[in-house]
């Protein structure tokens, strides 16, 4: 089956969760043309991909509302709609709720909703057609984008945008040897592994940042009270966010670092200047996060690897802290003695009877530990397009339509997120967002960053397809 769409203005997204649910509702807010969108995402709902999937109302979103909303210019827009819908979605008011952190699943909900009401009001005869699917093919020409889809539907475009999300990181050798077990959670996410770790009387928790307080917010919630280890190889272990203004703009008066060295020495110093002086060091990311996309783009892939590979961990507990209420979780089982948190690498899992042994590569040596329970929260992000399994992605490498990132993060783009093809030729109706772009932007994980992206990505594409636009 082929639909041909140039009666009007033709977009493909491939891909429905946050980044191209809400790039079709920037596009859709922000026409003058009438516009064919069509999202191919094979969930039920666009909105939600994998982050706001979930139905456990204990996953949070790690910002406060007040600074989530879908239009920057309304920063209060999503606390009023929690305000008004949250009850009715089954979400128990609390007293501040633009300070707050609402549940992931609403969260989708909200952004759902809002795709919807776009929908409804769209001007110029607009429509978003939702294809139940999974793009397999991609062929690019000067003019023309054709997707080919895994139910056989041929669709022919002018632009399209690959807003393809994550992708879960495979399990790792250690795990795969164990991967039946009925103690073993490959993810935080997985309901029934959870459900069946409740009787436990200790759990080995692998990774110690934003997931793995996702699985003891899960775990508390089902009324577990064995004990957790958390192991991590740095040691690093994710806090709470605390309400506090931003540090002093420590870049002000001085050029940018240009080496990971450099940048680390500089907020070393800050960190223990305002330590000196009493202050939180939780105000220093805040001050930093404006600075985040030029440092990275003013680095060369050289200083970006050594950032991914030596400060990536101290970065991620530090910029993404978990929301107060999720952290009040992890800080009472910590209270109670029930959490025993230390460096140590995972050198082999095996099979013990109805246990796993685990086997630990600790300062002192090496231990073996047997658990009643295994939970895998490295988080689910594989960003190197090379090593991802899914079909379209391996074809879109093997065609050449792409090229991965040299930081092995995403896939090569311009700073604008024009794709760049694997013989060097920048694709000027195929863009990208979200994830697929952190090797251009590092934060292109976050809501605000994709939220940016999304309303500059509308702009650019309406530009070219209305002249007047352009003009102005």
Request: proline fraction near 5%.
């Amino acid at each position: 089956m082929q639909i041909d769409y140039f009666s009007k203005h033709s977009i493909i997204i491939i891909g429905g969760g946050f980044a191209g649910a809400l790039t079709a509702l920037k596009l859709l807010d922000r026409t003058e043309v009438p516009l064919s969108i069509t999202v191919i995402e094979p969930r039920a709902e666009l909105g939600r991909g994998v982050a706001y999937s979930t139905t456990e109302a204990v996953h949070l979103v790690n910002g406060a509302a007040n600074t989530f909303s879908l239009y920057p210019e309304d920063p209060e827009h999503l606390a009023r709609w929690l305000a008004t819908n949250g009850q009715a979605y089954g979400w128990q008011l609390p007293a501040d709720i633009g300070a707050s952190s609402p549940p992931r699943y609403l969260f989708g909900t909200y952004v759902r909703d809002e795709l919807n009401g776009a929908i409804a009001k769209a001007r110029h005869g607009s429509t978003v057609r939702h294809l139940r699917s999974s793009a397999t093919e991609l062929v690019s020409a000067p003019h023309r984008i054709r997707v080919t889809a895994a139910d056989g539907t041929i669709i022919d475009a002018e632009e399209a945008v690959l807003a393809l999300g994550v992708f879960q990181a495979q399990l790792s050798p250690q795990e795969a040897s164990i991967a039946g077990h009925p103690g073993f959670a490959d993810t935080p996410w997985n309901s029934a592994a959870l459900d069946r770790l409740v009787g436990a009387e200790n759990i080995l928790l692998i990774g110690s940042s934003l997931s793995m307080v996702d699985a003891i917010a899960s775990m508390e919630a089902r009324g577990f009270r064995g004990n957790y280890q958390v192991i991590s190889r740095r040691g690093q272990f994710v806090e709470g966010r605390r309400t506090v203004e931003a540090a002093r703009d420590l870049f002000a008066d001085r050029p940018l670092p240009t080496t990971a060295r450099s940048l680390l020495s500089t907020v070393k110093a800050e960190r223990r200047a305002i330590a000196a002086a009493g202050g939180d060091w939780q105000g220093l990311p805040l001050a930093l996060r404006s600075y985040v996309l030029p440092l990275w783009q003013n680095a060369s892939d050289r200083e970006r690897l050594r950032f991914a590979r030596h400060l990536r961990p101290f970065w991620d507990v530090t910029a993404h802290r978990a929301a107060p209420e999720s952290y009040r979780t992890v800080a009472e089982v910590i209270a109670a003695g029930r959490l025993l948190q230390r460096p140590a690498r995972l050198a082999g899992l095996s099979v013990k009877g109805a246990r796993i042994a685990a086997t630990l590569k600790v300062r002192s040596g090496v231990e073996r530990i047997s658990f009643d329970g295994v939970i895998d929260c490295r988080g689910h992000q594989l960003h190197d397009w090379r090593r991802i399994s899914d079909p379209f992605v391996k074809s879109l490498v093997a065609s050449g339509e792409v090229r991965p990132h040299p930081t092995s993060f995403g896939i090569d783009a311009t700073p604008e997120g024009d794709v760049i093809s694997e013989e060097g030729f920048i694709h000027r109706n195929l863009s990208a967002i979200g994830h697929p772009l952190r090797g251009v932007a590092w934060e292109s994980s976050s809501i605000s960053e994709q939220r940016t992206q999304a309303i500059a990505l509308a702009d650019r594409i309406l530009a070219k397809i209305t002249p007047a636009r352009a003009a102005s």
